[in-house]
């Protein structure tokens, strides 16, 4: 699980601040089609999100996070998750 | 998305115990089928889990949380989550 | 329960911060009429509140937090209620 | 608003929980109907109450949450609220 | 209890923050000479203070409060306290 | 000041309980009339007080605080406070 | 990198408690042999460890920790670590 | 036992940063040689410093470090201590 | 600087924990006379210590620590000190 | 181990922020050569990274880290670890 907290600074162009979202935006949705990007939520009340992500490692999620637009402006924290044994269904 | 971090106290007697773990998998197992549990992770290292569930509101999670047979030994956080514009699947 | 800390940059112009203020203001109390935001109270000696808001669920009330004036200059947290066993009164 | 949290003890005879539980479900509906406690809410997943009392002052406030029955049992955090400037109802 | 932590921003021309220092410590002094503001220590080794303000409730104590002139600038946190069943002294 | 928080454990005598109770009291108003414990205050809803001693040092401050009958039970904190320069009385 | 606190009850039996401790050194110098358990410091001052392990992925991460003797009595956190861009040694 | 961290922020002149860095050191080594400030050590890794002051009490150490040049970006706390029942040595 | 809580369980034989003591006050007196245990100060109000060792290293400090007959009851946290530039003495 | 999390602010200049980072990834190559810097992971998903030094002491290790070019812009934490009694291989 990846939990991601945005904090665009106010000094940042908004033109530029608008751009970077709209890429983010394009990459995520590109990301959650190939199946990396699993699961994508909004936390209530928060410019924040809780995602599941599908990849090969730890490098392969590295990579991932560290594209995105707006991951200079990200605080992002991982918890490692694997198959819970009482889960029906399977991961991967 | 709910937390849950089980901590079963070493004075409780293991067949005690055991028929607890037994029950939880089997209600884990029910709601997961009826779709109610839509997701449950172990958390890598711990004794905790990471869930999202599918309920029409607060009162059908509390109902369903407050009736798991090790809800007395867990420790439990509900993180609300709701539709992200750029997630491609729609809630619910 | 909702609770919002207010943080408005000293960089901020007066009057924009003002214009914010007054429309963040109509809104609450239009909410209130509408009875969706039940509860307002000023923490003491904070720029703060505590709300209870009534709504269908998390989408309503993260698009009503999201769409307040003053979203971009809070720091929120929820905390997801319900009815208690030992309440005289019903919820909703 | 005052935070209530439960925490009873796995050594407690059951008989002597269950009447302490019954004690203070007694109490907090009197409380209740006087009108000294305004609103009690249940933290979904947690044995813990949100509430809000409508009392005289800080010695009041003590004196009925000291008397709770399950008083001894209870980690209790409150936190001072008074009349938000945006709010339409008028407290007390 | 009240606990203040002043924080001016680098940024404040100095001449103001010096007016609004002179203006805290007379509207300080005017509390205390009324009462209101019982006791008012530093902190040692901080910008801070501790105090106990004997008011009529949580209504007067915010409105004291937010008029102090370096309120935009301070962090409060309040602490509730009542009468010491073993306390020689009685409060109000 | 200093910030004292009870923790009696459930598994002590209550009798001993009771007379540690009565001697910390005794104690404690042998001290107030002394003028050591110059204030002393319950916090509301905790078993817990705010506290501040007139002494001479660090030293006597820890042979008061650690002669306490109920000392054993108890979390405490120190703050070191000084004269506040716009306080209108003086310390000592 | 996993960080492991162990805290063993003082009600477990010592004997039990010194299998125990022997069987944990006894697969933790296996796992070394075998490479999958690559680093192991002692945290000075504390019963506690930081270690590196070398794996195919959460999963086998998660079954290594859980098959530990000690496990039912450690405290684990894991921060997810990889090949850093300024490292002149790869990883795995 | 006095711990602070410095923090000069990036938009200070450099020259007048070096001054205060130059008027602090000469301050700390004049204390130091009248025997006030009687341990200074720096923490590893850190702009942070842990102290020992030997002060006749309160207000003599709140004086001492409100009056050092870099007493505006110092974030301090103070830990009161005394003699130690297994110190060979004598304070003061 | 090693900062040492102790917490002695309430179920401890009272013999067995005032020998443990005596011994540790032995040893504490002994390392300090050996130079190793360069200062021992108590915390006021509270069953901790703050202390400077002098070793060579790690290794040695952790063989020292774990060595203390107190040792199992204590919480320790090390904070590793060096040369401060402004100290006109010398370390070691 | 040492844990280093860099935050470089925005309004520092491009071309100098680069440049900074040129330096530092040489100098951390050059000490992983010499054998100082022996272990060095990227925190998935943070501008952080985990390190393991080999080196003679607190002096040695402090001197290193304040000379990295990027220290003026990094937050560092530093736990002491020693030879731990199952490790297999011997440290240093």
């Known amino acids: 699980?990846?939990?991601?907290?945005?904090?665009?600074?106010?000094?940042l162009d908004k033109a530029v601040a608008?751009?970077?979202?709209?890429?983010?935006?394009?990459?995520?949705?590109?990301l959650q089609?190939?199946?990396?990007w699993?699961?994508?939520?909004?936390v209530v009340g928060q410019y924040a999100n809780?995602?599941?992500f599908n990849v090969s490692g730890?490098?392969?999620l590295h990579n991932i996070l560290?594209?995105?637009p707006l991951y200079p402006f990200m605080s992002i924290s991982v918890t490692p998750l694997t198959q819970h044994p009482s889960?029906?269904?399977?991961?991967g």
Do not use: C, F, H, Y
């Not at 699980?1 to 000094?11: E, G, H, R, W």
């Not at 608008?18 to 590109?30: G, H, R, S, V, Y």
């Not at 889960?87 to 991961?91: E, R």
């Open 66 to 68: 560290s594209a995105l």
């Open 58 to 60: 730890n490098d392969e």
């Open 38 to 42: 699993r699961d994508l939520w909004r």
């Open 18 to 30: 608008d751009q970077l979202k709209k890429d983010e935006k394009e990459m995520a949705q590109k």
């Open 50 to 52: 809780v995602s599941i």
């Open 87 to 91: 889960a029906i269904a399977q991961i």
């Open 33 to 36: 089609r190939e199946g990396k």
């Open 1 to 11: 699980m990846v939990q991601m907290q945005v904090n665009i600074p106010a000094t």
